[in-house]
């Protein structure tokens, strides 16, 4: 009797901490709870630990679906008490007034947008409505040379999936004038000046902290040589400020402010040679637009200096720059620089790939924007920079998803399964084992079943187990094939319950992503693709649903022109 109400109370535990953690429950978690509650009924530590133990891997091989059902049937008031969501909202920002905050989100057009620009996105984007404020889609489109034209839509089109709106929508290369004015500026207040040397001796007096002669050239000239960048073929040229050669930050060595950049621009042609660089174009759009709270990342923090010293120099408005860590991943590259030369190479299909983090990559993987938002607020805007898993972003995914998909069966690996005695059924099965307005379906059913020869390698002759939702079956012979026996409805607590098909079944490949690096190192088999038997009816489903197979997790399913396929989702 009281091993019975150790068992029952530890089962209770067990199963409110499963399904507060995502099916599995923590032993150490239980134990701590259920020794609270027995400690006063006269029960011994010694005695309790080991049946909590037991109690708890039992639990564990539960689904989370059947762990939910268990514990809203026995102990309902617990279900209710899952996990409290925390409050993810943002803090508040520094000098931030209602109806007077401006955000930009500045991508450069030349890749698709990763997860890690949805952070930057938005956060910017969440700002400006948390203070009624504007928030500006602006094209960082100053390099010729990198920027593309079918990425100013496609990254259009990535930020409305991910639900986010712009106030106004501009490129930089639309200013260039207004740069060119502000740089003559700088030569005639003498604050910056042409530079002809070569690169290397310029990295060279950089190093050592030396000034060139071009420094000392007067205002009149460097203004004509100027010119002459603008509107001739003078080569080599760039224009730098007059920083300061022995500034411990490096940054403030003369940074570069514009350089010569002989490439057809995809919206401006050839219309500039002289485009600047992203110390001159970041500073000043900011200033010029109205931004009062731009977000970089922190890798930009050595030239924070220089943006504050242009601004001033230029005598124009000065924004309230703020930072949070660059997002990484990992095992995931989350930059396009990184993305770029992976799918040049082939080792990766295409920008849309489901092993990389790029949105397009996330979508046809079956991740949500809700999902991706989520996770961005619970990361915050932390300085602190960190790797996180992956498995956060399919935890918010899960959470989402996981109330609102329909379960299938579907059989990976599968080997035939005869049962001549079985009884004809027309079986209804609901969707969700929780949300009977899913729907459900019926099916017909025969002698002939496929299973997964991972679940019969685990059961010898003479062992009985159950089709789920079906009937029990005991093992009558093993070989190629499976013969069986019906073994009765009545449900027998610890029997295996397995996935099975009928023979009307759909063929279906679901390709599965792994991590992209291990370490350093590139994981050649990062994509797998697994080949099995979906129940007739995944025949019907519409590309873009999400499904779950139990217990080989979830999946989106995309079905053109009657070719169907899956792509895993998460577990
Ligand atoms: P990439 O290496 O991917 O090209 P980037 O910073 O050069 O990165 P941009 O298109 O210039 O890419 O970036 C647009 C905005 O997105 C910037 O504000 C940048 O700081 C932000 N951003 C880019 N990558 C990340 C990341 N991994 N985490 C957070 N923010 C990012
Ligand atoms: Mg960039």
Redesign the pocket.
């Known amino acids: 009797m009281s091993k019975e109400r150790i068992r029952k109370t530890a089962r209770i535990y067990a199963l409110q901490n499963a399904v507060q953690f995502n099916g599995k429950a923590n032993p150490k978690a239980v134990v701590g709870k259920v020794i609270a509650v027995l400690q006063k009924e006269g029960f011994s530590p010694k005695e309790l630990i080991p049946i909590i133990n037991t109690v708890t891997s039992e639990v564990n091989e539960l689904s989370l679906d059947n762990q939910k059902n268990e514990l809203e049937r026995i102990a309902p008031e617990l279900l209710k008490k899952e996990k409290k969501e925390r409050d993810f909202s943002l803090p508040e920002l520094p000098h931030a007034k209602k109806g007077k905050v401006v955000t930009r989100?500045?991508?450069?057009p030349n890749?698709y947008l990763?997860i890690?620009?949805a952070?930057?996105a938005i956060v910017d984007y969440e700002y400006a409505k948390m203070y009624d404020g504007r928030f500006i889609l602006r094209f960082?489109d100053t390099n010729p040379e990198n920027a593309h034209l079918e990425f100013y839509d496609a990254q259009k089109d990535d930020l409305i999936w991910l639900g986010i709106e712009w106030d106004e929508e501009y490129n930089t290369s639309d200013n260039i004038e207004k740069h060119y004015k502000l740089a003559e500026q700088l030569i005639k207040q003498e604050h910056a000046y042409v530079c002809t040397c070569d690169t290397s001796f310029i990295k060279e007096c950089r190093f050592n902290g030396k000034e060139c002669d071009c420094r000392c050239i007067d205002t009149g000239e460097s203004l004509d040589i100027w010119g002459e960048m603008i509107s001739s073929s003078i080569e080599g040229a760039i224009l730098r400020l007059k920083g300061d050669m022995t500034c411990d930050n490096t940054a403030m060595r003369d940074p570069t402010l514009f350089r010569i950049i002989e490439k057809e621009h995809p919206l401006q042609g050839d219309k500039y040679r002289v485009w600047p660089t992203y110390d001159f174009s970041g500073a000043v759009e900011d200033s010029i637009s109205g931004v009062t709270h731009p977000?970089?990342?922190k890798e930009y923090e050595l030239r924070d200096e220089c943006y504050f010293k242009l601004l001033d120099l230029l005598g124009i408005r000065k924004p309230h720059l703020m930072e949070f860590a660059?997002?990484?991943i990992e095992g995931m590259p989350?930059?396009?620089?990184k993305i770029k030369p992976l799918i040049e190479r082939g080792d990766v299909l295409g920008y849309d790939d489901i092993r990389l983090p790029t949105l397009r990559g996330l979508k046809k993987r079956g991740i949500l924007p809700q999902a991706i938002k989520k996770f961005v607020l619970e990361q915050g805007i932390s300085k602190v920079e960190s790797s996180v898993t992956f498995g956060l972003l399919e935890a918010a995914n899960r959470k989402i998803i996981d109330p609102i998909t329909k379960r299938y069966f579907y059989v990976s690996d599968p080997i035939k399964l005869v049962i001549d005695n079985a009884p004809q059924n027309e079986k209804k099965i609901d969707f969700h084992p929780r949300d009977k307005k899913l729907g459900n379906r019926t099916i017909k059913t025969d002698k002939t079943f496929y299973v997964e020869k991972l679940d019969m390698n685990k059961l010898k002759v003479g062992d009985i187990f159950r089709l789920k939702d079906l009937f029990n079956v005991k093992i009558k012979k093993k070989n190629d094939q499976i013969t069986g026996e019906y073994a009765g409805e009545e449900l027998i607590s610890d029997s295996a319950k397995i996935q099975w098909t009928t023979d009307k079944y759909v063929n279906l490949s679901v390709f599965i992503p792994h991590v992209l690096y291990i370490g350093e190192k590139f994981n050649k088999d990062s994509l797998e693709k697994v080949e099995g038997f979906a129940e007739e009816s995944v025949g019907n489903i519409k590309t873009d649903e999400i499904v779950q197979f139990e217990r080989f997790g979830f999946v989106r399913i995309e079905n053109v022109n009657n070719k169907i396929k899956g792509f895993f989702t998460h577990k």
Do not use: I, N, Q, Y
């Not at 989100?105 to 450069?108: N, T, V």
């Not at 989350?334 to 620089?337: E, F, Q």
């Open positions: 989100f500045p991508p450069e890749g990763h890690g620009h952070k930057a960082d977000f970089r990342t660059r997002l990484s989350v930059s396009k620089r």
